[in-house]
């Protein structure tokens, strides 16, 4: 018997569920207890989901209203003393309410609270609350919730597997807080303590086997922390329970010894990133162990090659017998629900495609195929999946031979500005005439009911094309007379006639599809819904021109043109899986360059290329960073490099560790970068004591996913703090991100704030 099993599911709900009774909590429209049974009803569905697919354990601990990394700080009381949680840690059940203060600075109870820092997990477009790690911080176990959704999950008469974020890739993704430096290890024994008591609280409930999630692994690791995790996993045997040790979005590499000799029931590999560690994993494994192999896709939506599958992990199935599971690489929360309410997209394409739903019967057929033991079923869905495969391949909708020919004869001039920045900066000062401490945004305005609702009547026809546009342009005109009224000075149209960043122009592309319900969570209550690029891109017709265009006429300020850029417009989609992602980036740049270049004749003489997702692309392992920095830069250049000096071309960056590679940023050669500082204290300034930034910054001062007001004087304070490191009239004052999840009575009100700030600072440097 091979077993099946997954390490986690979405939990947002096939429609958001989530989402809407988080907001509706948050907004005081729905009480606690309506909350609740939201969260229960999707769990039920979810577990009857893997159960109904015939997974021999569901799976308990994935769910969480906000975060899961955050759930395990509540789980360890590792709760900051701003959130005036003594009295709930001492009674062992920290408030949901505290949980969202922590994660948002706001709750319905409770003293607002400047939230926990925000990052990407990993490699990927999840966000997740880092932990806050204070020397002689004292765990204790706060929270209940694990074990009352055990019990539920059993009360449904399911067979349950725990799964948690281990203890060291916890303390790996937290940050050391306080005026003193110390080594994080140093709590380690604390939070053991803790994990060792959950262990036994769930061993007398009668869980068998417990998956500690330990992506640190996939990392190079420093010699102590290789220590650190012998050490843990050997205080932790004996616990009561198995330990499955789960590892993912990359190989083990040189910890791939360290793995295997961890004193645990279990590994789990990630066999679609690095499946060639998998012989060699087999055998070295203690015949005691069980090997888990996350053989179908958890990351993308390309239906598994389950023929090729199963010969490729034949010999692994026939070595280890019983000992094998099968499982996805990771958990799914990174792919949608179910691909069985896409009824609008073409049978073919359609078929091509598998979300988590469809995993889960992917993951089960495998394992019975590997057995031996299948069942009709079974053979129907491997009759499909041969079929569809070969459609893909064969398919004449992948490939343009126009984009490949105009990609082979690009040379190294298509990627350079005519001059370099110093000269630039003194046209663009001229054509410009900003101030010291200029202000702007990011792009984005409130994407309001009536805009939404606009946009979905479209959408259905019940709103003409013209009408349509009458409104995106009435609501242009009121962000332009905004701006102005508030004394900004680099203006943005707001973006209202856009539904994503990606989304938008992916629609305006050839090679990428999109889905009605294909929605992925990013953080908190906050989803996107990724397209699906799969085949050759390229651009048929302005994308953003007319729009810019009109803005720019209502006003005599400076309208900056808003574009997402082409490492993003790789990264937020599900990308074909079967050409190089370097090749299939520099086609997006390309088109994009189109947009650039047309956006300039038109008279636009700012332009942002949106690159949030520039350090989440990069790999896990440093030795494989240059490769893909070369190409991203490259990307990003290749899409820019088509304008005049006298046009400054800007860049926005958020919510990830970008010091390590704030080199290859300043390669972008962007005149301007805005960046998310805010919620990390202008942490990124510290990259700036040993690397000179050659070009311009706005380093955001205040935090857009907080409702609280930021007060002029905070912001001044940051951006004086910016100035002991960066030259003033290098320095620009703008939000940490795009405003567009923000309502207008908060919006208004802290860009006043900022403007307010950024005369101060005017006044003082005068």
């Not at 006639?497 to 050839?510: A, C, P, S």
């Not at 599809?513 to 996107?528: D, E, I, K, L």
């Not at 947009?595 to 350090?615: F, K, T």
């Not at 990830?656 to 080199?663: G, L």
Request: with cysteine; aromatic share 8%; net charge negative.
């Amino acid at each position: 018997m091979t077993f099946s099993h997954i390490l986690g599911y979405p939990r947002i709900g096939a429609d958001r569920e989530l989402k809407r009774a988080t907001e509706a909590y948050w907004k005081g429209d729905a009480d606690r207890a309506s909350l609740e049974a939201t969260g229960r009803e999707l769990r039920k569905r979810h577990w009857q989901d893997q159960r109904e697919a015939g997974l021999d354990l569901v799976t308990v601990g994935d769910f969480a209203f906000y975060d899961q990394v955050l759930n395990v700080s509540l789980l360890l009381g590792a709760v900051p003393a701003r959130f005036a949680a003594k009295a709930e840690l001492e009674r062992g059940e920290v408030d949901l309410d505290t949980a969202f203060r922590m994660a948002r600075g706001r709750a319905p109870s409770g003293e607002p609270a400047a939230a926990c820092e925000m990052t990407k997990y990993f490699d990927t477009n999840y966000h997740y609350l880092v932990p806050e790690l204070h020397q002689g911080q004292d765990f204790r176990l706060a929270s209940t919730r694990l074990f009352d959704e055990v019990v539920e999950a059993q009360q449904q008469g399911h067979a349950v597997k725990v799964a948690l974020v281990g203890p060291l890739t916890w303390l790996w993704l937290g940050k050391e807080r306080g005026e003193s430096s110390f080594d994080r290890l140093a709590l380690l024994d604390g939070v053991l303590a803790v994990y060792a008591e959950v262990f036994a609280r769930l061993a007398k409930l009668g869980v068998e086997w417990v998956q500690l999630d330990e992506p640190a692994l996939a990392q190079d690791l420093p010699g102590d922390w290789k220590v650190a995790f012998e050490r843990a996993y050997h205080h932790l045997q004996g616990s009561g329970v198995k330990l499955l040790v789960a590892n993912y979005f990359g190989g083990l590499g040189d910890n791939l010894t360290l793995a295997v000799n961890l004193p645990v029931a279990g590994l789990h590999l990630d066999a679609v990133r690095a499946p060639q560690e998998v012989e060699t994993v087999v055998d070295r494994l203690l015949p005691h162990k069980v090997l888990s192999l996350g053989v179908i896709d958890g990351r993308n939506i390309w239906r598994a090659d389950l023929a090729a599958l199963r010969d490729q992990w034949t010999n692994a199935a026939s070595r280890l017998g019983e000992r094998l599971w099968i499982a996805p690489s990771c958990s799914l929360l990174h792919v949608p629900v179910d691909l069985e309410r896409e009824t609008e997209l073409d049978a073919e394409f359609r078929s091509w495609l598998a979300f988590a739903r469809q995993k889960l019967d992917e993951t089960v057929t495998l394992a019975r195929l590997l057995a031996g033991r299948v069942r009709p079923e079974d053979e129907a869905l491997l009759a499909a999946c041969v079929q569809a495969i070969a459609s893909r391949r064969e398919s004449p909708r992948i490939h343009r031979p126009e984009v490949g020919a105009r990609l082979a004869a690009l040379g190294e001039a298509d990627s350079q500005r005519p001059s370099p920045y110093l000269q630039r900066a003194e046209q663009q000062r001229r054509a410009l005439g900003l101030p010291l401490f200029p202000t702007t945004t990011i792009g984005s305005f409130p994407q309001t009911a009536e805009i939404r609702a606009a946009r979905r009547d479209h959408k259905a026809g019940r709103l003409s094309a013209d009408d349509y546009h009458t409104r995106m342009r009435e609501e242009i005109a009121q962000a332009v007379r905004l701006q102005e009224e508030l004394g900004l000075d680099m203006l943005v149209h707001g973006e209202a006639e856009r539904n994503d960043m990606v989304e938008y122009f992916g629609e305006q592309l050839d090679g990428y599809a999109f889905t009605r319900f294909g929605w992925v969570q990013s953080y908190g209550s906050r989803c996107v819904k990724p397209p699906i690029l799969f085949g050759d891109v390229s651009r048929p017709a302005p994308m953003t021109v007319e729009w810019s265009r009109y803005a720019q006429s209502l006003t005599g300020a400076p309208m900056m043109g808003m574009l997402t850029g082409p490492v993003t417009m790789l990264q937020w989609a599900f990308v074909r899986d079967d050409q190089p992602r370097a090749t299939t980036c520099r086609q997006i740049a390309l088109a994009l360059r189109d947009e650039v270049c047309d956006l300039e004749a038109a008279g636009i003489r700012a332009i942002q290329i949106d690159e949030p997702a520039l350090r989440e692309g990069l790999p896990l392992r440093k030795a494989e960073w240059q490769e893909y920095l070369d190409w991203a830069v490259e990307a990003f250049r290749l899409s820019a490099s088509c304008v005049a000096d006298a046009t400054q071309i800007h860049t926005h960056m958020c919510y990830s560790e970008f010091n390590d590679i704030i080199a290859s940023i300043a390669e972008l050669d962007a005149d301007v970068i805005t960046i998310e500082t805010s919620r990390s204290d202008m942490e990124l300034l510290d990259a700036f004591r040993d690397f000179d930034y050659p070009n311009e910054i706005g380093p955001g001062v205040y935090d857009i996913h907080s409702p609280n007001l930021p007060e002029v004087d905070w912001m001044v304070a940051l951006m004086e703090k910016a100035a002991e490191r960066i030259s003033l009239e290098r320095l620009w004052v703008n939000p940490d991100c795009g405003l567009k999840t923000r309502q207008w009575e908060e919006v208004t009100p802290a860009l006043a704030n900022m403007v307010q700030a950024a005369k101060e600072l005017r006044r003082r440097h005068a």
